[in-house]
Nanobody, 127 residues
Framework: QVQLVESGGGSAQSGGSQRLSCTVS????????MAWFRQSPGKEREAVAG???????KYADFVKGRFTASLDNAANTLYLEMTSLKSEDTATYYC?????????????????????WGQGTQVTVAS
């Protein structure tokens, strides 16, 4: 049973930084494409960043230059380093995973591509 558990959310000031973690258990992350999504109240879930198991990373335009996703295979953990935070970054952030063999990385931003999801961690940015 693959389980994803996010941590690191909380409150931050506009312009500040925050680091999210997603720890995976039940399998090795090296077999999976991983992603970060977020959802704000009243809005649809949107993709933030995607990481292919071989290392390629994609970002949504609205976080390019501000957010950095990384994967630590030894720790079996996905990270999202967020800087220059804006009030519009306030959302619940989710990590997701899908076996690399079961997906096409060109579809990294489509949430239906992912099999496993974490429970989410809230990030609130005060303006």
């Amino acid at each position: 049973q693959v389980q994803l558990v996010e941590s690191g959310g909380g409150s931050a000031q506009s312009g500040g930084s925050q680091r999210l973690s997603c720890t995976v258990s039940g399998s090795r992350v090296s077999r999976y494409n991983m992603a970060w999504f977020r959802q704000s109240p009243g809005k649809e879930r949107e993709a933030v960043a995607g990481i292919h198991s071989e290392g390629s990373i994609k970002y949504a335009d609205f976080v390019k230059g501000r957010f950095t996703a990384s994967l630590d295979n030894a720790a079996n953990t996905l990270y999202l380093e967020m800087t220059s935070l804006k009030s519009e970054d306030t959302a619940t952030y989710y990590c997701a995973a899908v076996l690399t063999l079961d997906t096409d990385f060109r579809n990294w931003a489509d949430d239906y591509e992912y099999t496993y999801w974490g429970q989410g961690t809230q990030v609130t940015v005060a303006s």
